[in-house]
Each structure stands twice: as structure tokens, then as C-alpha cells.
Nanobody, 121 residues
Framework: QVQLVESGGGLVQSGGSLRLSCTAS????????MGWYRQAPGKQRELVAE???????NYGDSVKGRFTISRDNAKNTVYLQMNSLKSEDTAVYYC???????????????WGQGTLVTVSS
């Protein structure tokens, strides 16, 4: 049903910036929460940032102050502006959309295919 298409990944130098985009298609109901997760080599997938339909945000501690998440509800699109990138940010970034959120978080969600972000030192 709901499909997520990501774009914006690539190679960037340390200290640089990158902007990721994720658009949801085939959406016939509201997506309460959209977010970004990442998985680095040898590590578990972790939350980068998430945002509710109303604009309430939540960031992982490692990216606070450097990354900014935003969304365009009319376009069913979520963005991740990444600034001051570090080598530790190198990972596959996955878009996530949840139709419910709150106590039902994870019960009805979809994932994007992932986009690779590589930060060179």
C-alpha cells in the first residue's frame, strides 16, 4: 500500500551538508509520524529524527543541533537537513512512516529502501 521513495544520499566531506527527501505515495490516510533512522556498519538501526503531522519533533542525541527534520503534509514528504556532518554519520538512512504513532507506534508502518550517506574524513 503506502510506498516510500528516498533521495539525496551520497558522498560528502566532513563538515559538509546533505539534504534527504522521502515521499510517500498511495497514501489514503494521514501519516501521523514520519522519521529517519540509520544503520551504520556493525551497529543497530537507530533513530535519527522523527516528526508528527503537527510538527512536533524528536531527535537522537547524536544529531541534535546539527540535523533538522521537516515535513510537507500536502506532499506527504519528509526532509532531513544534515549539517556539520561527521564521519560517524556514515550509514544507510531509512525513511519511516507510521500511520498511528503514540502507543501504537510501529503497528502500522512502512520503510523506505534506504539511501547511503558516506561522510569522508
Amino acid at each position: 500500500q503506502v510506498q516510500l521513495v528516498e533521495s539525496g544520499g551520497g558522498l560528502v566531506q566532513s563538515g559538509g551538508s546533505l539534504r534527504l527527501s522521502c515521499t510517500a505515495s498511495r497514501v489514503i490516510f494521514g501519516l501521523n509520524v514520519m522519521g529517519w533512522y540509520r544503520q551504520a556498519p556493525g551497529k543497530q538501526r537507530e533513530l535519527v529524527a522523527e516528526i508528527t503531522r503537527g510538527g512536533v519533533t524528536n531527535y537522537g542525541d547524536s544529531v541534535k543541533g546539527r540535523f533538522t527534520i521537516s515535513r510537507d503534509n500536502a506532499k506527504n514528504t519528509v526532509y532531513l537537513q544534515m549539517n556539520s556532518l561527521k564521519s560517524e554519520d556514515t550509514a544507510v538512512y531509512y525513511c519511516n512512516a507510521d500511520a498511528l504513532g503514540g502507543s501504537m507506534r510501529g503497528r502500522l508502518e512502512v520503510w523506505g529502501q534506504g539511501t547511503l550517506v558516506t561522510v569522508s574524513s
